[in-house]
Protein backbone atom coordinates (compact mmCIF):
# COMPACT_ATOMS: atom_id res chain seq x y z
CA UNK A 1 0.00 0.00 0.00
CA UNK A 2 1.36 3.10 -0.76
CA UNK A 3 0.38 6.94 -1.28
CA UNK A 4 1.20 8.80 -4.54
CA UNK A 5 0.62 12.59 -5.52
CA UNK A 6 1.36 12.49 -9.17
CA UNK A 7 1.69 16.27 -9.90
CA UNK A 8 0.44 17.21 -13.36
CA UNK A 9 -1.43 14.00 -13.87
CA UNK A 10 -4.18 16.26 -16.24
CA UNK A 11 -1.27 17.30 -19.05
CA UNK A 12 0.23 14.69 -21.83
CA UNK A 13 2.74 13.01 -19.76
CA UNK A 14 1.22 12.99 -16.65
CA UNK A 15 -2.14 11.53 -17.48
CA UNK A 16 -0.13 8.23 -18.94
CA UNK A 17 1.58 7.87 -15.95
CA UNK A 18 -1.59 8.20 -13.60
CA UNK A 19 -3.51 5.64 -15.70
CA UNK A 20 -0.26 3.28 -15.59
CA UNK A 21 -0.22 3.70 -12.19
CA UNK A 22 -4.12 3.45 -11.31
CA UNK A 23 -4.12 0.24 -13.64
CA UNK A 24 -1.01 -1.56 -12.13
CA UNK A 25 -1.15 -0.98 -9.18
CA UNK A 26 -4.35 -1.32 -7.60
CA UNK A 27 -2.81 -1.39 -4.06
CA UNK A 28 -2.03 2.20 -4.36
CA UNK A 29 -3.81 5.09 -4.32
CA UNK A 30 -2.73 7.72 -6.78
CA UNK A 31 -3.95 11.28 -6.18
CA UNK A 32 -3.58 13.53 -8.96
CA UNK A 33 -2.54 16.85 -7.95
CA UNK A 34 -3.36 19.31 -10.71
CA UNK A 35 -3.96 22.95 -11.50
CA UNK A 36 -5.77 22.64 -14.54
CA UNK A 37 -4.18 25.57 -16.60
CA UNK A 38 -4.36 25.67 -19.85
CA UNK A 39 -2.85 22.20 -20.53
CA UNK A 40 -5.07 20.32 -18.14
CA UNK A 41 -7.69 18.35 -19.59
CA UNK A 42 -9.32 15.69 -17.23
CA UNK A 43 -10.41 14.08 -20.29
CA UNK A 44 -7.14 12.76 -21.09
CA UNK A 45 -7.86 10.49 -17.50
CA UNK A 46 -11.96 9.78 -18.69
CA UNK A 47 -11.55 6.40 -18.58
CA UNK A 48 -9.85 5.46 -14.95
CA UNK A 49 -11.82 8.46 -13.42
CA UNK A 50 -14.05 6.05 -11.99
CA UNK A 51 -11.53 4.27 -9.95
CA UNK A 52 -11.59 3.73 -6.22
CA UNK A 53 -7.62 3.82 -6.38
CA UNK A 54 -7.74 7.13 -8.17
CA UNK A 55 -8.31 10.76 -6.25
CA UNK A 56 -7.98 14.22 -8.57
CA UNK A 57 -7.17 17.50 -6.44
CA UNK A 58 -7.32 20.96 -8.15
CA UNK A 59 -4.31 22.24 -6.46
CA UNK A 60 -1.62 24.24 -7.27
CA UNK A 61 1.98 22.93 -6.71
CA UNK A 62 3.14 26.69 -5.50
CA UNK A 63 0.33 26.33 -2.52
CA UNK A 64 2.61 25.27 -0.03
CA UNK A 65 -0.19 24.98 2.75
CA UNK A 66 -2.56 23.06 0.48
CA UNK A 67 0.45 20.47 -0.80
CA UNK A 68 1.45 19.97 3.04
CA UNK A 69 -2.25 19.62 4.40
CA UNK A 70 -2.53 17.25 1.86
CA UNK A 71 0.25 14.88 2.54
CA UNK A 72 -0.31 14.97 5.81
CA UNK A 73 -4.27 14.29 5.13
CA UNK A 74 -3.68 11.86 2.58
CA UNK A 75 -0.34 9.90 4.09
CA UNK A 76 1.76 10.49 1.32
CA UNK A 77 4.75 8.37 0.51
CA UNK A 78 5.63 9.39 -2.47
CA UNK A 79 5.77 11.88 -5.32
CA UNK A 80 6.39 12.02 -8.66
CA UNK A 81 6.71 15.76 -10.20
CA UNK A 82 5.49 16.32 -13.31
CA UNK A 83 3.68 19.85 -12.85
CA UNK A 84 4.97 22.63 -15.56
CA UNK A 85 4.76 25.04 -17.98
CA UNK A 86 6.01 22.82 -21.04
CA UNK A 87 5.97 25.25 -23.97
CA UNK A 88 9.35 26.68 -25.13
CA UNK A 89 7.33 29.48 -27.55
CA UNK A 90 5.25 30.26 -24.54
CA UNK A 91 8.51 30.79 -22.73
CA UNK A 92 10.11 33.20 -24.58
CA UNK A 93 7.06 35.36 -24.06
CA UNK A 94 6.23 34.89 -20.67
CA UNK A 95 9.45 33.60 -18.99
CA UNK A 96 7.92 35.22 -15.06
CA UNK A 97 4.96 32.41 -15.35
CA UNK A 98 8.21 29.55 -16.31
CA UNK A 99 10.21 30.60 -12.79
CA UNK A 100 6.86 30.81 -11.00
CA UNK A 101 5.54 27.48 -11.30
CA UNK A 102 8.45 25.23 -12.49
CA UNK A 103 11.37 26.95 -10.14
CA UNK A 104 8.90 28.59 -6.68
CA UNK A 105 6.38 25.55 -7.27
CA UNK A 106 9.35 22.63 -7.26
CA UNK A 107 10.62 24.30 -4.32
CA UNK A 108 7.36 24.38 -2.80
CA UNK A 109 6.53 20.62 -3.27
CA UNK A 110 10.33 19.89 -2.06
CA UNK A 111 9.62 21.93 1.08
CA UNK A 112 5.98 20.14 1.80
CA UNK A 113 7.92 16.67 1.58
CA UNK A 114 10.72 17.56 3.84
CA UNK A 115 8.51 19.03 6.35
CA UNK A 116 6.25 16.35 6.16
CA UNK A 117 8.17 13.24 5.91
CA UNK A 118 11.57 14.18 8.17
CA UNK A 119 10.46 13.99 11.57
CA UNK A 120 9.05 10.46 10.64
CA UNK A 121 12.16 9.69 8.87
CA UNK A 122 12.94 9.25 5.17
CA UNK A 123 12.84 5.50 5.24
CA UNK A 124 9.86 4.57 2.52
CA UNK A 125 10.30 7.95 1.04
CA UNK A 126 10.34 9.29 -2.82
CA UNK A 127 10.53 12.44 -4.51
CA UNK A 128 10.92 11.85 -7.99
CA UNK A 129 11.12 14.56 -10.54
CA UNK A 130 10.44 14.59 -14.04
CA UNK A 131 13.03 16.72 -16.19
CA UNK A 132 13.89 17.26 -19.71
CA UNK A 133 17.19 16.66 -22.17
CA UNK A 134 16.68 20.58 -22.71
CA UNK A 135 18.85 21.32 -19.88
CA UNK A 136 21.77 20.07 -21.44
CA UNK A 137 21.80 22.83 -24.31
CA UNK A 138 22.46 22.22 -27.64
CA UNK A 139 24.55 19.62 -29.43
CA UNK A 140 26.92 20.24 -32.60
CA UNK A 141 25.37 18.11 -36.09
CA UNK A 142 29.35 17.49 -37.36
CA UNK A 143 32.53 15.01 -36.32
CA UNK A 144 35.13 16.74 -34.64
CA UNK A 145 36.84 15.25 -37.10
CA UNK A 146 35.19 17.07 -40.23
CA UNK A 147 33.19 14.02 -41.67
CA UNK A 148 29.47 15.29 -42.25
CA UNK A 149 26.26 14.16 -40.56
CA UNK A 150 23.94 11.55 -40.33
CA UNK A 151 26.19 8.73 -38.84
CA UNK A 152 25.49 5.07 -38.18
CA UNK A 153 25.90 4.27 -34.57
CA UNK A 154 25.54 1.71 -32.25
CA UNK A 155 22.75 2.53 -29.39
CA UNK A 156 23.09 0.76 -25.92
CA UNK A 157 20.97 -2.21 -27.06
CA UNK A 158 23.17 -3.04 -29.61
CA UNK A 159 20.91 -1.69 -32.82
CA UNK A 160 21.87 0.64 -35.57
CA UNK A 161 20.78 4.15 -35.13
CA UNK A 162 21.26 7.21 -37.13
CA UNK A 163 22.60 10.13 -35.64
CA UNK A 164 23.37 13.64 -36.33
CA UNK A 165 26.38 14.32 -34.39
CA UNK A 166 29.18 12.20 -32.59
CA UNK A 167 28.08 13.58 -29.33
CA UNK A 168 25.20 12.87 -26.66
CA UNK A 169 23.78 14.09 -23.44
CA UNK A 170 25.12 11.86 -20.82
CA UNK A 171 23.83 11.87 -17.33
CA UNK A 172 27.40 13.71 -15.90
CA UNK A 173 27.21 16.59 -18.82
CA UNK A 174 27.16 20.52 -17.93
CA UNK A 175 23.97 21.88 -17.31
CA UNK A 176 23.82 24.92 -20.54
CA UNK A 177 20.14 25.81 -21.16
CA UNK A 178 19.09 27.92 -23.46
CA UNK A 179 15.41 28.85 -23.10
CA UNK A 180 13.59 30.81 -19.89
CA UNK A 181 11.75 26.95 -20.06
CA UNK A 182 14.96 24.89 -19.96
CA UNK A 183 16.62 27.65 -17.69
CA UNK A 184 13.67 26.93 -15.04
CA UNK A 185 14.04 23.56 -15.57
CA UNK A 186 17.66 23.21 -14.86
CA UNK A 187 17.16 25.50 -11.62
CA UNK A 188 14.43 22.98 -10.44
CA UNK A 189 16.76 20.34 -10.91
CA UNK A 190 19.27 22.01 -8.85
CA UNK A 191 16.86 22.26 -6.21
CA UNK A 192 16.13 19.15 -5.94
CA UNK A 193 19.75 17.56 -6.12
CA UNK A 194 20.15 20.76 -3.27
CA UNK A 195 17.59 19.45 -0.94
CA UNK A 196 18.55 15.60 -1.25
CA UNK A 197 22.33 16.87 -0.43
CA UNK A 198 21.55 19.33 2.13
CA UNK A 199 18.89 17.39 4.03
CA UNK A 200 18.87 13.81 2.96
CA UNK A 201 15.48 14.33 0.87
CA UNK A 202 15.38 10.81 -1.06
CA UNK A 203 15.09 12.12 -4.30
CA UNK A 204 15.40 11.21 -7.89
CA UNK A 205 16.07 13.09 -11.30
CA UNK A 206 15.29 11.89 -14.93
CA UNK A 207 15.82 13.74 -18.09
CA UNK A 208 14.10 12.46 -20.84
CA UNK A 209 13.76 13.55 -24.70
CA UNK A 210 11.00 14.77 -27.11
CA UNK A 211 7.85 12.51 -26.06
CA UNK A 212 4.75 12.06 -28.95
CA UNK A 213 1.90 10.38 -28.31
CA UNK A 214 -2.19 10.17 -27.94
CA UNK A 215 -3.64 13.60 -25.29
CA UNK A 216 -0.61 16.15 -26.43
CA UNK A 217 -1.58 19.72 -26.26
CA UNK A 218 -1.81 20.82 -30.24
CA UNK A 219 0.83 23.83 -29.66
CA UNK A 220 3.55 21.16 -29.90
CA UNK A 221 5.16 19.63 -33.16
CA UNK A 222 3.20 16.63 -33.92
CA UNK A 223 -0.28 17.25 -32.74
CA UNK A 224 -0.56 20.59 -34.10
CA UNK A 225 0.72 19.36 -37.44
CA UNK A 226 -1.58 16.17 -37.68
CA UNK A 227 -4.29 18.60 -37.01
CA UNK A 228 -3.25 21.33 -39.64
CA UNK A 229 -2.58 18.29 -42.15
CA UNK A 230 -6.02 17.23 -41.53
CA UNK A 231 -7.61 20.93 -42.57
CA UNK A 232 -5.41 21.50 -44.96
CA UNK A 233 -3.47 24.88 -43.22
CA UNK A 234 -0.64 25.98 -43.27
CA UNK A 235 2.86 23.82 -41.69
CA UNK A 236 4.99 26.56 -39.68
CA UNK A 237 8.39 24.93 -40.06
CA UNK A 238 10.46 27.14 -38.16
CA UNK A 239 14.03 27.85 -39.50
CA UNK A 240 15.18 25.47 -42.40
CA UNK A 241 13.39 22.38 -40.31
CA UNK A 242 17.06 21.24 -39.85
CA UNK A 243 17.16 21.12 -36.11
CA UNK A 244 17.19 17.67 -34.41
CA UNK A 245 15.01 15.61 -31.81
CA UNK A 246 15.01 12.41 -30.06
CA UNK A 247 11.65 11.17 -30.04
CA UNK A 248 10.12 8.47 -27.32
CA UNK A 249 6.74 7.44 -27.18
CA UNK A 250 5.10 8.79 -24.10
CA UNK A 251 4.35 5.26 -22.81
CA UNK A 252 7.80 3.97 -22.92
CA UNK A 253 8.15 7.31 -20.48
CA UNK A 254 5.65 6.26 -18.58
CA UNK A 255 6.90 2.80 -18.02
CA UNK A 256 10.12 4.26 -17.67
CA UNK A 257 8.95 6.77 -15.21
CA UNK A 258 6.85 3.40 -13.07
CA UNK A 259 10.43 1.26 -12.62
CA UNK A 260 12.68 4.33 -11.71
CA UNK A 261 10.52 5.13 -9.36
CA UNK A 262 10.36 1.44 -7.89
CA UNK A 263 13.76 0.25 -8.75
CA UNK A 264 15.93 3.46 -9.16
CA UNK A 265 18.84 4.21 -6.69
CA UNK A 266 18.34 7.79 -4.36
CA UNK A 267 19.61 10.14 -5.33
CA UNK A 268 20.83 9.56 -8.70
CA UNK A 269 20.02 10.95 -12.19
CA UNK A 270 19.15 8.89 -15.12
CA UNK A 271 18.43 9.94 -18.83
CA UNK A 272 15.52 8.60 -20.30
CA UNK A 273 15.74 8.44 -24.27
CA UNK A 274 15.04 6.07 -27.51
CA UNK A 275 18.01 6.02 -29.51
CA UNK A 276 15.56 8.03 -32.23
CA UNK A 277 17.13 11.26 -33.88
CA UNK A 278 15.20 12.94 -36.47
CA UNK A 279 15.45 16.13 -38.14
CA UNK A 280 11.86 18.26 -38.19
CA UNK A 281 11.52 18.22 -41.73
CA UNK A 282 11.66 14.44 -42.24
CA UNK A 283 9.31 14.35 -39.49
CA UNK A 284 7.19 16.24 -40.67
CA UNK A 285 6.70 14.62 -44.30
CA UNK A 286 6.30 11.47 -42.81
CA UNK A 287 3.17 13.40 -40.64
CA UNK A 288 2.23 14.21 -44.02
CA UNK A 289 2.68 11.10 -45.86
CA UNK A 290 0.71 9.28 -43.01
CA UNK A 291 -2.53 11.24 -42.51
CA UNK A 292 -2.16 11.48 -46.45
CA UNK A 293 -2.58 7.85 -46.51
CA UNK A 294 -4.87 7.23 -43.94
CA UNK A 295 -7.43 9.60 -45.32
CA UNK A 296 -7.17 7.96 -48.23
CA UNK A 297 -5.50 11.01 -50.00
CA UNK A 298 -2.66 10.30 -52.59
CA UNK A 299 0.36 10.31 -50.42
CA UNK A 300 2.29 13.37 -50.22
CA UNK A 301 -0.96 15.43 -51.55
CA UNK A 302 -0.35 17.86 -49.04
CA UNK A 303 3.50 18.63 -49.32
CA UNK A 304 2.60 22.13 -50.52
CA UNK A 305 1.56 22.81 -46.90
CA UNK A 306 4.62 23.18 -45.57
CA UNK A 307 5.82 27.02 -44.78
CA UNK A 308 8.89 27.85 -44.00
CA UNK A 309 8.70 30.88 -41.27
CA UNK A 310 11.12 32.75 -38.90
CA UNK A 311 12.84 30.65 -36.89
CA UNK A 312 12.10 30.14 -33.48
CA UNK A 313 14.86 32.84 -30.97
CA UNK A 314 17.56 30.67 -29.36
CA UNK A 315 16.28 27.52 -31.16
CA UNK A 316 18.12 24.46 -29.56
CA UNK A 317 19.98 22.55 -33.08
CA UNK A 318 20.06 19.34 -31.55
CA UNK A 319 19.29 17.19 -28.45
CA UNK A 320 20.41 13.66 -28.88
CA UNK A 321 20.00 11.54 -25.32
CA UNK A 322 22.71 9.00 -24.40
CA UNK A 323 20.13 6.31 -21.88
CA UNK A 324 22.42 3.34 -21.97
CA UNK A 325 22.75 3.95 -18.20
CA UNK A 326 19.19 3.13 -17.85
CA UNK A 327 18.96 0.27 -20.00
CA UNK A 328 22.47 -1.07 -18.54
CA UNK A 329 21.25 -0.72 -15.01
CA UNK A 330 17.37 -1.07 -14.71
CA UNK A 331 17.29 -2.92 -17.57
CA UNK A 332 14.52 -0.52 -19.66
CA UNK A 333 14.20 -0.43 -23.20
CA UNK A 334 11.92 0.77 -25.83
CA UNK A 335 9.10 -1.35 -27.02
CA UNK A 336 8.26 0.74 -29.93
CA UNK A 337 9.77 1.46 -33.44
CA UNK A 338 9.23 4.93 -34.28
CA UNK A 339 7.35 3.86 -37.52
CA UNK A 340 4.75 1.75 -35.56
CA UNK A 341 4.78 4.68 -32.79
CA UNK A 342 3.99 7.80 -35.23
CA UNK A 343 1.25 5.30 -37.07
CA UNK A 344 -0.66 4.40 -34.03
CA UNK A 345 -0.08 8.54 -32.51
CA UNK A 346 -1.50 9.83 -36.15
CA UNK A 347 -4.51 6.98 -35.97
CA UNK A 348 -5.68 8.43 -32.42
CA UNK A 349 -5.59 11.88 -33.53
CA UNK A 350 -7.90 10.71 -36.56
CA UNK A 351 -10.18 9.06 -34.38
CA UNK A 352 -10.40 11.44 -31.52
CA UNK A 353 -11.35 14.08 -33.75
CA UNK A 354 -13.78 15.08 -30.69
CA UNK A 355 -10.63 15.27 -28.07
CA UNK A 356 -9.18 18.00 -30.72
CA UNK A 357 -12.07 19.79 -31.26
CA UNK A 358 -12.81 20.15 -27.66
CA UNK A 359 -9.09 21.23 -27.01
CA UNK A 360 -8.88 23.88 -30.01
CA UNK A 361 -12.58 25.63 -29.52
CA UNK A 362 -11.52 25.76 -25.62
CA UNK A 363 -14.92 23.32 -24.51
CA UNK A 364 -12.43 21.52 -22.36
CA UNK A 365 -12.26 23.82 -19.76
CA UNK A 366 -15.62 24.65 -19.65
CA UNK A 367 -16.45 21.09 -19.02
CA UNK A 368 -14.71 20.85 -15.64
CA UNK A 369 -15.27 24.55 -14.32
CA UNK A 370 -17.99 24.02 -12.12
CA UNK A 371 -16.60 20.41 -10.79
CA UNK A 372 -13.85 21.81 -9.03
CA UNK A 373 -13.65 25.11 -7.34
CA UNK A 374 -10.46 26.92 -7.00
CA UNK A 375 -8.63 26.58 -3.81
P1 LIG B 1 1.88 19.51 -20.22
O1 LIG B 1 2.06 20.96 -20.47
O2 LIG B 1 1.11 18.68 -21.19
O3 LIG B 1 1.14 19.31 -18.79
C1 LIG B 1 1.53 20.04 -17.66
C2 LIG B 1 0.49 19.78 -16.57
O4 LIG B 1 0.90 20.48 -15.39
C3 LIG B 1 -0.92 20.28 -16.92
O5 LIG B 1 -1.89 19.32 -16.55
C4 LIG B 1 -1.06 21.56 -16.08
O6 LIG B 1 -2.40 21.83 -15.71
C5 LIG B 1 -0.21 21.20 -14.87
N1 LIG B 1 0.29 22.40 -14.18
C6 LIG B 1 0.93 23.47 -14.73
N2 LIG B 1 1.21 24.38 -13.78
C7 LIG B 1 0.76 23.86 -12.59
C8 LIG B 1 0.80 24.32 -11.25
N3 LIG B 1 1.31 25.51 -10.92
N4 LIG B 1 0.29 23.52 -10.29
C9 LIG B 1 -0.26 22.30 -10.60
N5 LIG B 1 -0.34 21.84 -11.86
C10 LIG B 1 0.18 22.60 -12.84
O7 LIG B 1 3.32 18.93 -19.97
P2 LIG B 1 3.99 17.55 -20.47
O8 LIG B 1 4.45 17.71 -21.85
O9 LIG B 1 3.10 16.44 -20.12
O10 LIG B 1 5.29 17.53 -19.53
C11 LIG B 1 5.21 17.01 -18.22
C12 LIG B 1 6.57 17.11 -17.56
O11 LIG B 1 7.53 16.37 -18.30
C13 LIG B 1 7.11 18.55 -17.47
O12 LIG B 1 7.77 18.68 -16.24
C14 LIG B 1 8.09 18.62 -18.62
O13 LIG B 1 9.11 19.56 -18.35
C15 LIG B 1 8.62 17.21 -18.67
N6 LIG B 1 9.08 16.74 -20.00
C16 LIG B 1 8.26 16.85 -21.09
C17 LIG B 1 8.68 16.34 -22.31
C18 LIG B 1 7.82 16.39 -23.55
O14 LIG B 1 8.27 16.04 -24.62
N7 LIG B 1 6.57 16.82 -23.46
C19 LIG B 1 9.93 15.74 -22.41
C20 LIG B 1 10.75 15.65 -21.27
C21 LIG B 1 10.29 16.15 -20.07
O1 LIG C 1 13.25 17.72 -25.42
C1 LIG C 1 12.20 17.64 -24.50
C2 LIG C 1 11.26 18.81 -24.70
O2 LIG C 1 10.52 18.55 -25.88
C3 LIG C 1 10.33 19.03 -23.53
O3 LIG C 1 11.07 19.35 -22.39
C4 LIG C 1 9.33 20.14 -23.83
O4 LIG C 1 8.39 20.26 -22.76
C5 LIG C 1 8.59 19.78 -25.11
O5 LIG C 1 7.71 20.83 -25.45
C6 LIG C 1 9.58 19.53 -26.24
O6 LIG C 1 10.25 20.75 -26.61
P1 LIG C 1 10.48 21.17 -28.15
O7 LIG C 1 10.64 22.63 -28.21
O8 LIG C 1 11.54 20.31 -28.78
O9 LIG C 1 9.05 20.69 -28.76
P2 LIG C 1 8.08 21.38 -29.84
O10 LIG C 1 7.03 20.35 -30.17
O11 LIG C 1 7.64 22.72 -29.43
O12 LIG C 1 9.02 21.54 -31.11
C7 LIG C 1 9.68 20.45 -31.70
C8 LIG C 1 10.55 20.98 -32.83
O13 LIG C 1 9.70 21.46 -33.88
C9 LIG C 1 11.41 22.16 -32.43
O14 LIG C 1 12.66 22.08 -33.10
C10 LIG C 1 10.64 23.38 -32.90
C11 LIG C 1 9.92 22.86 -34.14
N1 LIG C 1 8.60 23.47 -34.40
C12 LIG C 1 7.68 23.47 -33.41
C13 LIG C 1 6.44 24.02 -33.60
C14 LIG C 1 5.40 24.04 -32.48
C15 LIG C 1 8.31 23.98 -35.66
O15 LIG C 1 9.15 23.96 -36.58
N2 LIG C 1 7.07 24.54 -35.85
C16 LIG C 1 6.12 24.59 -34.88
O16 LIG C 1 5.00 25.12 -35.11
Known amino acids: MR ?9 FIGSHVVRLFVNKYPDYKIINLD ?3 YAGNLANLRDIEDRPNYKFVKMDICDFEGVLELMRAEHVDGIIHLAAESHVDRSIKDPFTFAQTNVMG ?5 QAAKTYWEPMGWEGKRFYHISTDEVYGALEMTDPSGIEPPFTTKASSGKHHLAYGSKFFTE ?3 YQPHSPYSAAKASSDHFVRAFHDTYGLPTIVTNCSNNYGPYQFPEKLIPLFINNIRHRKPLPVYGKGENVRDWLYVEDHARAIDLIFHKGVIGDTYNIGGFNEWKNIDIIKVLIGTVDRLL ?4 GADM ?3 TYVTDRAGHDLRYAIDSSKLQRELGWEPSLQFEEGIEKTVRWYLDNQD ?14 ENMYSNR
Open 304 to 306: DLI
Open 355 to 368: WMDNVTSGDYQKYY
Open 172 to 174: DLK
Open 296 to 299: GRPE
Open 106 to 110: TLSLL
Open 35 to 37: KLT
Open 3 to 11: TIIITGGAG
